[in-house]
């Protein structure tokens, strides 16, 4: 059984900063791409940053320069660090990580619980 177990949400003012963790745990032979998806309500989801297993990184243009994503691959675990936040990031932060649970077997994506993030002007 996979687990995604996110934690750090909760609730700043602009210009804070806040460090999303998500730690991935069960029988997992190997994690591909992980990454951090938010949603607010009425809008898409969208993808906020993905961190590869070697370090390379990627961001939705609209967090680039106040975000980073990191991971620990001996942990199973993506982190995001959010500053200088702005009242229009509030959303529910969820991880993804897509990964096999054998090794010639098919990849899957897998979903956090979602952790909320408010930002107050």
């Known amino acids: 059984q996979v687990q995604l177990v996110e934690s750090g949400g909760g609730l700043v003012q602009a210009g804070g900063s806040l460090r999303l963790s998500c730690a991935a745990s069960?029988?997992?032979?190997?994690?591909?791409?992980m990454g951090w998806y938010r949603q607010a309500p009425g809008k898409q989801r969208e993808l906020v940053a993905g961190?590869?297993?070697?370090?390379?990184?990627n961001y939705v243009d609209s967090v680039k320069g106040r975000f980073t994503i990191s991971r620990d691959n001996a942990k199973n675990t993506v982190f995001l660090q959010m500053n200088s936040l702005k009242p229009e990031d509030t959303a529910v932060y969820y991880c993804n990580a897509n990964l096999r649970l054998t090794d010639w077997g098919p990849s899957y994506s897998y979903w956090g619980q979602g952790t909320q993030v408010t930002v107050s002007s």
């Open positions: 961190i590869s297993t070697g370090g390379s990184t």
């Open positions: 069960g029988s997992i032979f190997s994690i591909n791409i």
